[in-house]
């Protein structure tokens, strides 16, 4: 028996997602931007490959500006739009961001930006005093995550929006809540997904702008993406995130409550099996529903990672890009937990294709696992 619930490290592309990849690649392959029949048509799918991933973002005052995955639309949104504005900028940016949009701020703060890094509490929630004293500063761009890729905490974007009031660009980095938590364009600027966390393939993402925002390209050359990315279209990646965008959203409107459901069986035989067992960041039952953070007294995360992937289930300490460094999450204790209790984390991240079975495997797997390896620790 497997069980792969490492879903926000990424998903198993859909047969949807590769049978359209396959389609562009066998006949579908030209060049959107050459003049003959063929390549219209490549155009014309590109044009409605675009409606369809905005549609679920209530996008159609946006434009949407396909990337190669979602680092790449990140550093293209905090980038882009800063460095588009005339002179030094305080800008601000949550404290548990993803490294592709924390690195691009580090770099705004190289240039000389005045860049404020915003706390959040042990739920996850931001400082919102922090954030108001920013804005009160001039803050002229910020950016935070939907979706917390290591705990599941969820941002309440309303509540920005209310707090920025139309005085600074709100940038969202949406690779983990697209279509599994709603998001409406009109609380935002610029907003980051990615295909591969939906189902789709890897190596494309995109980045939804409100009309009107302005950037400055991160990659010049033949001008397309509305000048903001040239390069050649990946047309198959495209079509492969296209149809894994209208897979998921012919799941229905059930979807998200299935998730949370399967996501709450897991906690609950997690805790059965082991009743110690620590939540890291917010209640479950509030958090996005396919992402949770849970710690095992007296056994370091990787100990437990390495432990259940002898039995087939897969999960991960962190976020994936992070895991192999063997440090402790900077996002965990950017919450106030203490390094020793971080070191136990392990992340479950859900798809809505993962089984009740595979669930309940991983439940029963990691009761008789704990039980081992705090027996050998005692020793
Ligand atoms: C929150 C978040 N942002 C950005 C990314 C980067 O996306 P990609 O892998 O498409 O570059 C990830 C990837 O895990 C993520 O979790």
């Given at each position: 028996m497997q069980a792969y619930l490492d879903n926000s490290a990424t998903t198993r592309p859909c047969e949807a997602a590769i049978r359209a990849m396959e389609a562009c690649l066998r006949e579908g392959w030209y060049n959107p931007s050459s003049v003959y029949k063929?390549?219209?048509?490549a155009f014309r799918r590109l044009r409605e490959a675009r409606e369809n991933?905005?549609?679920p973002l209530r996008g159609s005052g946006c434009d949407l500006i396909f990337t190669s995955g979602g680092t790449e639309a990140n550093n293209?949104?905090?980038?882009?739009?800063?460095?588009?504005?005339?002179?030094?900028?305080?800008?601000?940016?949550?404290?548990?961001?993803?490294?592709?949009?924390?690195?691009?701020?580090?770099?705004?703060?190289?240039?000389?930006?005045?860049?404020?890094?915003?706390?959040?509490?042990?739920?996850?929630?931001?400082?919102?005093?922090?954030?108001?004293?920013?804005m009160d500063d001039g803050a002229s761009f910020v950016s935070v995550m939907q979706v917390n890729n290591e705990t599941g905490a969820?941002?309440?974007i309303q509540r920005l929006h209310r707090t920025v009031n139309g005085r600074a660009l709100i940038h969202v980095d949406g690779v983990q809540g697209y279509l599994r938590v709603p998001f409406d364009?009109?609380?935002?600027?610029?907003?980051?997904?990615?295909?591969?966390?939906?189902?789709?393939?890897?190596?494309?993402?995109?980045?939804?702008?409100?009309?009107?925002?302005?950037?400055?390209?991160?990659?010049?050359?033949?001008?397309?993406?509305?000048?903001?990315?040239?390069?050649?279209?990946?047309?198959?990646?495209?079509?492969?995130?296209?149809?894994?965008?209208?897979?998921?959203?012919?799941?229905?409107?059930?979807?998200?409550?299935?998730l949370m459901a399967k996501k709450l069986r897991l906690i609950d035989g997690v805790r059965r099996a082991v009743p110690d067992v620590i939540v890291n960041g917010p209640d479950p039952a509030v958090a996005a529903p396919h992402i949770v953070n849970l710690g095992f007294p007296g056994v370091r995360g990787e100990v437990m990672l390495h432990a259940l992937e002898g039995e087939g289930v897969c999960v991960s300490t962190g976020s994936a890009c992070s895991s192999k460094k063997l440090k402790v999450s900077g996002?965990?204790?950017?919450?106030?937990?203490?390094?020793?209790?971080?070191?136990?984390?392990?992340?479950?991240?859900?798809?809505?294709?993962?089984?009740?079975e595979e669930i309940d495997y991983a439940a029963q797997k990691i009761g008789t696992l704990y039980g081992l390896l705090t027996r050998v620790q005692r020793r």
């Open positions: 063929p390549s219209v048509e991933v905005l549609k293209l949104a905090v980038l882009g739009a800063v460095t588009r504005m005339r002179g030094r900028q305080t800008v601000a940016v949550s404290a548990v961001e993803h490294p592709s949009v924390r690195a691009a701020f580090d770099a705004l703060g190289a240039l000389g930006h005045d860049v404020r890094v915003i706390g959040v509490d042990t739920r996850g929630d931001l400082d919102w005093a922090a954030l108001e004293k920013a969820l941002l309440d364009m009109k609380y935002a600027d610029l907003y980051t997904l990615s295909s591969h966390k939906i189902h789709g393939p890897k190596g494309v993402g995109a980045l939804a702008v409100k009309k009107g925002v302005k950037l400055a390209p991160r990659q010049i050359g033949g001008g397309q993406e509305n000048g903001l990315r040239s390069g050649t279209e990946n047309t198959p990646g495209i079509a492969g995130l296209s149809a894994a965008v209208t897979e998921m959203l012919d799941l229905g409107p059930d979807m998200a409550d299935g996002v965990l204790t950017a919450m106030g937990i203490k390094p020793n209790v971080a070191e136990w984390a392990v992340r479950f991240s859900l798809s809505p294709h993962t089984t009740e």
